[in-house]
């Protein structure tokens, strides 16, 4: 499987999970703890916007990775996922994947932290959720500012 290609000498910090159809693998809103790379069947990422409309943002396939948002900036999850069919994933805590990325240059870690705060702006547009609170990034901030 092609992410799982990129596990290998991941400590004790992964499991795998399985999940039945219509089970919830995180909230949004929750506190990010781990990311996911699916490797059986389908999971289903929605947004809840303020009016209570549901908007699908994504439908994984076996290889995509997920949750990782939430590992990075420290905000809470932005979308539900939410297992679509009888699914597996193999999990990594927050604490490995943190470890991880702490060996990454200062400087790629925060492009990473601008791209994920412009998709989430972008995941927002498009779910027409306009209540978010717009933060503004510069080259020298590693989180978003009032």
């Known amino acids: 499987m092609k992410s799982e290609n990129h596990l ?3 400590t004790s910090e992964i ?4 999940y039945h159809s219509g089970e919830v693998i995180f909230n949004q809103g929750e506190p990010g703890d781990a990311v996911h790379v699916l490797r059986q069947g389908k ?3 929605r947004f809840d916007g303020k009016a209570g409309e ?5 439908l994984l396939q076996p290889g995509d990775i997920f949750g990782e948002m939430a590992l990075f900036d420290e905000r809470p999850r932005m979308a539900s996922a939410i297992a679509q069919g009888e699914c597996e994933t193999i999990v990594v805590s927050k604490e490995e994947f943190q470890r991880r990325i702490g060996h990454t240059d200062p400087a790629i870690r925060h492009l990473i932290m ?10 927002m547009h ?3 959720d306009q209540h978010l609170q717009r933060t503004h990034w510069s080259a020298g901030s590693d989180a978003g500012g009032q």
Do not use: M, P, Y
Request: aromatic share 0%; charged share 30%.
């Open 8 to 10: 290998h000498g991941l």
């Open 15 to 18: 499991t795998r999970r399985k």
């Open 43 to 45: 999971v289903d990422i």
């Open 54 to 58: 549901s908007h699908q943002l994504a």
């Open 114 to 123: 601008l791209l994920i705060h412009r998709l989430r702006e972008a995941d």
């Open 126 to 128: 498009l779910a027409g």
